[in-house]
Structures are given as C-alpha cells and as structure tokens.
C-alpha cells in the first residue's frame, strides 16, 4: 500500500482561497512601494554559499538551507576527511550553493553586479521567498515571503523617515490600526556596550538583548553571563530593562548614559532627527517607539533599525523589521555605498488579518454571470446559416 504523501516540515500548500488573501495583502504592498518611487527586481532562490555565509552572524548562519553539490558530491572528500567529521570542512565540499536566507545580502550582491547599469540612490523593492531551517511553529515557517523595500546610495536620514510613513500608509489601507514601529539604532548599542565595558562583547551582548521579548530579563542576563560578560556590567545595564518615558524623555536618558561614548552620542542625534520629523508629518495608523533593548540579530545594521509589532492583544512575533547597513556592499568590493531597508512579514500579516477578520468579502468574491435567452423561437429564424457566411 502506497505511503501517504506529504510535504516538509515548516512549508504549506495554499487554497484558491487562501492565495487570493495573499494576493490582496501583496498588491496594496506592491501599490504602496511604487507610490514611493520604488522599482521592482527578482533574484535566484539560491546563491553560491559563499555570497550568504558569514553575513547573519553564527546563529543566522547555521539556519540557511545548503545544497548538496549535484552528482557525486563527495568526490572532493578523501576518507581520511570523512573520519575526522568536521561538518564545517565538510560541508564547503559537498555543498557550493545555498538557498537565500533573506534578500538583502542578494540585493546587495545584485547592486555590486549591476552597479555600472543602476543609477543611485537606487530604490528597489522585492517580494520573493525565502527559506531559513528554523523550528517551525505559529507564525514561523521554513519557507516564507518577504516583502522588502531598499534605498541604497544614500545616506541621508530622510531615508529612514520615508520608510517609517511607508510601513504606515501599508498597514493603514491593510486596516491595521495600533501597529507598533520600534525603533532603535545600533550605534547606541555599540555606545552601551562601551560605556559598561563590554565593547569586546558587542555581538554577544546584541544577540542576547534582542531575545529579551522571548526569554525575558532573567534570561538575557543568564545568556550574557553566559558569554563573558560580567555582573558588573549587567549592574550598569540594568536601566535598558525599564526604560520607560515618551520618545523625547527616553531620548533625554539616552543622552545623560551615552554622554562619554562618541558612537553612543551619534546614534542619539540619528534618533532624534528621524523621530521628530515623523512627528512633525504626523502618521495616520501606526505608532512609533523608541525601543533600547530593540537589536536586531544580524550583523550588518549599523544605524537605525526597525521592527513592528502587531496591535496589541494579537499573539504574533514581530510582523516586519529593517535598518540601516553602511557597507553591507563592502563585502562584495563596492565601498561607500550606503543603504537602508525594510521587509513585511506577509505570511505573519496574513495570520493578522485572519484573526482581526480584517480581510474584505469581496477579495475571494469571483465573477458570477449568468446568460438568458428569452426568445428562443424568436432568435433562431432571425440567424443565417453559417454556411451562408463569407470569411
């Protein structure tokens, strides 16, 4: 008797149904990205490896999906090698390509590519999949959409202040009222990391901070200690746990702590520009909030980054994210060349929209007509023979 098929772990087959949803939450997306003067690109599913690894830190690394090299993909290992079992050496011999755990580390291999076609700044948006090997559960899939929007060449802080309204003007016509935009920028965390002592632990200390949401303060400062980074300094880290005020009073505390570090004071000033001048043009949905313990997981932001949370009494992770990567290029040989983005999680705002009910009657209403003939008797001796007809 034949086995019951199946599909992998983390992936989903969608209805009719379920892909006109998609469809409708993709096209106000795609409509809003345009609006801002963004253009759309398309990269592979997967890239040689060495374009991906390295560029997520060690946790993003060891979640991306390797290829196995076709055919006899061990022919480069010798027996001695396959005793020893080092996956790492390993791995670089039977698998040379990988499948794209984001798409902006492809985008930024695309500019390096095409930098003698693209004029700059160079606004792209994407919406594609990807793949990471993570564990699956609500809202966490394998296989995922991103819907990203990139402005690279640019330096300016108007940037960041575009992004923030065009995350607003999505999620306003989307009907998400109370979306929450964090905000924060990793030159002060660098700041912080400096002035308790722990700048050699940056990564550490970032990666254990950006848990705090899933494992709470007992266990990010359990994870620092973990890492080296000492009681000492947890002592002096212990305001970001209860940083509390507006936007303009956390900024004020920021200022008083970060005083003595010259990166700190940068990020601050950053801060304060892209969070007044969204307050001066207003939002029509989304709120803004200066989130200090907000890091970010990945290793290529270097300025503000973005996550947004969905409103509130909605169980989900975070429903986008983004910031901004001062040379992300660099490790592809193009210098200088800044960039800023922001991604939407489709497949966690569909979860959203579903359980909001937020979704209109009419995006799974198809075309219904019917065709009648009342006179039958009537219509049949007025019609000539087709045979009568000349072509």
């Not at 149904?17 to 801002?36: A, D, G, L, P, Q």
Request: charge should be negative.
């Amino acid at each position: 008797m034949a086995s019951k098929p199946s599909i992998p772990k983390g992936t989903r087959d969608f209805s009719p149904v379920e892909v006109s949803k998609r469809n409708y939450i993709i096209s106000i997306m795609r409509t809003h990205f345009e609006k801002y003067g963004y253009q759309p690109i398309e990269t592979p599913s997967f890239e040689n490896s060495d374009t991906l690894m390295g560029k997520y830190g060690e946790e993003g690394d060891r979640l991306i999906f390797k290829i196995l090299n076709s055919g006899d993909y061990l022919d480069k290992v010798s027996s001695e090698e396959l005793q020893t079992i080092n996956y790492k050496q390993l791995t670089g011999k039977i698998s040379e390509k990988a499948l794209r755990y984001d798409l902006t580390v492809p985008f930024a291999r695309y500019v390096v590519q095409h930098q003698n076609e693209i004029e700059f700044p160079f606004k792209r948006y994407q919406i594609q999949p990807v793949w990471r090997a993570d564990r699956p559960q609500k809202g966490r899939f394998r296989e995922f959409f991103q819907c990203d929007a990139d402005v690279v060449g640019s330096t300016s802080l108007w940037q960041e202040v575009e992004l923030v309204q065009l995350y607003d003007s999505v999620f306003a016509e989307l009907g998400l009222n109370g979306v929450t935009i964090k905000i924060n920028n990793r030159k002060i965390l660098s700041g912080i990391a400096d002035v308790i002592g722990a700048s050699d632990k940056l990564i550490d200390f970032t990666v254990a901070l950006d848990k705090l949401d899933k494992i709470g303060e007992d266990g990010v400062k359990k994870e620092m200690l973990e890492k080296g980074i000492s009681e000492e300094a947890l002592v002096k880290v212990q305001p970001l746990f209860n940083f509390t005020g507006t936007i303009e009073e956390k900024i004020e505390k920021l200022s008083a702590l970060l005083s003595s570090s010259e990166e700190g004071m940068k990020g601050v000033e950053e801060l304060r520009f892209i969070c007044d001048n969204v307050s001066k043009l207003g939002l029509q949905k989304a709120i803004l909030d200066l989130d200090v313990t907000l890091a970010r997981g990945l290793n290529y932001y270097t300025g503000a980054i973005f996550e947004v949370a969905a409103p509130k009494g909605v169980a989900m992770g975070s429903i986008g994210g983004g910031g901004r990567y001062d040379d992300l290029t660099g490790i592809f040989g193009l210098k200088n060349m800044s960039g800023v983005g922001i991604s939407f999680g489709l497949d966690r705002i569909y979860l959203v929209l579903e359980e909001l009910n937020l979704f209109p009657e009419t995006v799974t209403t198809s075309t219904k007509v019917m065709f009648l003939n009342l006179e039958k008797a009537r219509h049949l001796k007025q019609c000539k023979p087709f045979r009568n007809l000349e072509v």
